[in-house]
C-alpha cells in the first residue's frame, strides 16, 4: 500500500525559504502513471494546490505561488520536495503531500500533512 | 481560474437519514470532479472521482452525481463516522490548474 510522509522544520521565519520533503514508500515514484504533489490548507480554511511534478522533472504550478515555488524529485531516494520562498504569515498552513493519477487528475492517497508555521 | 461553489456551508442531519451536498462549477468541467472527506486532524480521503466513482474501499452509502457545472454528493443513511467536512475539487484544466471548493462540514442534528 503506498504511503507518504511529510518532513520538514515546523517553525519558519518571515523572508525565509520553507522546506519540504516527501518520502514514498509501498510504490515506486518512477512510474510513468503518477503525478506527486503538493496541497496547503491554513488553519481552519480550505484547500489550494500548490503544484505537480513528474519523475522526468516537468512541473505544473499553482500561477498565485509559481514565482516562490519549486517542486523537484529525487528519484534514488523515492523522495519529491517542496521550497517556498519569500513567506510571510500567509503562508502558515498544513502542508499535504500527495499522488495524482495523471497530470489531470483527482489525488489518492494524501500523506497525513505537516503544520508549518511562519513566525519570528 | 474555475471557481467551485460548495453549499451549504454547513448541513445537519440525523445518523441515519440521507445527506446531499451540491458542488457548482463557474464553467463547464464535464465529469472532472472528486469528493473527498476530512475528519478533524486527518488528511482528506478521496471518495468519488469522475463525478461519480466510488473510490477503493468506499462504502455504498456514498454516490456522486452531475456533470457539466451542477454536481451532488449523497449519503443515503448517515452513519457517525460520516460527520465530516466534505470538499469537491475540479481536475478540468489544461495545463493543470486544481482547484477546491469552500467545504462543506456535515453535522450531528
Known amino acids: 500500500q503506498l504511503q507518504l510522509q511529510e518532513s520538514g522544520p515546523g517553525l519558519v521565519k518571515p523572508s525565509e525559504t520553507l522546506s519540504l520533503t516527501c518520502s514514498v514508500s509501498g510504490g515506486s515514484i518512477t512510474s510513468s502513471s503518477y503525478y506527486w504533489g503538493w496541497i496547503r490548507q491554513p488553519p481552519g480554511k480550505g484547500l489550494e494546490w500548490i503544484g505537480i511534478i513528474y519523475y522526468s522533472g516537468s512541473t505544473y504550478y499553482n500561477p498565485s505561488l509559481k514565482s516562490r515555488v519549486t517542486i523537484f524529485i529525487d528519484t534514488s531516494k523515492n523522495q519529491f520536495s517542496l521550497r517556498l520562498s519569500s513567506v510571510t504569515s500567509a503562508d502558515t498552513a498544513v502542508y499535504y503531500c500527495?499522488?495524482?493519477?495523471?497530470?489531470?487528475?483527482?489525488?489518492?492517497?494524501w500523506g497525513q500533512g505537516t503544520l508549518v508555521t511562519v513566525s519570528s | 481560474e474555475i471557481v467551485m461553489t460548495q453549499s451549504p456551508a454547513t448541513l445537519s442531519v440525523s445518523p441515519g437519514e440521507r445527506a446531499t451536498l451540491s458542488c457548482r462549477a463557474s464553467?463547464?468541467?464535464?465529469?472532472?470532479l472528486a469528493w473527498y472527506q476530512q475528519k478533524p486532524g486527518q488528511a482528506p480521503r478521496l471518495l468519488i472521482y469522475g463525478a461519480s466513482t466510488r473510490a477503493t474501499g468506499i462504502p455504498a452509502r456514498f454516490s456522486g452525481s452531475g456533470s457539466g457545472t451542477d454536481f451532488t454528493l449523497t449519503i443515503s443513511s448517515l452513519q457517525s463516522e460520516d460527520f465530516a467536512v466534505y470538499y469537491c475539487?475540479?481536475?478540468?484544466?489544461?495545463?493543470?490548474?486544481?482547484?477546491f471548493g469552500q467545504g462543506t462540514k456535515l453535522e450531528i442534528k
Open positions: 464553467q463547464d468541467i464535464s465529469s472532472n
Open positions: 500527495v499522488r495524482g493519477i495523471g497530470s489531470i487528475s483527482w489525488f489518492d492517497p
Open positions: 475539487q475540479q481536475y478540468n484544466n489544461w495545463p493543470p490548474m486544481y482547484t
